[in-house]
């Protein structure tokens, strides 16, 4: 069972920097593609950047293309998402997802979602 853990949330100013970490835990071979995604209040959540082949491939949102990054830590069994130059509209709760690589009878993907964690972006 894989099991995911954001931490790194808060409250940052405009123009300003925080690095959100995920720990996978878990069987974790099984894990076809790690993402991260956002769900601001009263909106859909939506996929902000989607890693796969161990990172040798990797999408991102226009909305934050430039501004934030993803990367692993294998010997962590982590994945980051460094995000920079925030702005209001980047307020929301930020989840980490791993996409299993497989889709289920009924028609979903399987993948994991864990609990997520508040980025606050104001002055």
């Known amino acids: 069972q894989v099991r995911l853990v954001e931490s790194g949330g808060g409250l940052v100013q405009p123009g300003g920097s925080l690095r959100l970490s995920c720990v996978v835990s878990?069987?974790?071979?099984?894990?076809?593609?790690m993402g991260w995604y956002r769900q601001g209040s009263g909106k859909e959540r939506r996929e902000l950047v989607a890693s796969t082949d161990g990172g040798l491939s990797t999408t991102y949102a226009d909305s934050v293309k430039g501004r934030f990054a993803i990367s692993r830590d294998n010997n962590k069994n982590a994945v980051y998402l460094q995000m920079n130059d925030l702005k209001p509209e980047d307020t929301a709760i930020y989840y980490c997802n791993a996409d299993l690589g497989r889709w289920l009878p009924d028609g979903r993907r399987d993948e994991r979602w864990g609990q997520g964690t508040q980025v606050t972006v104001s002055s």
């Open positions: 878990g069987s974790t071979s099984g894990i076809y593609a």
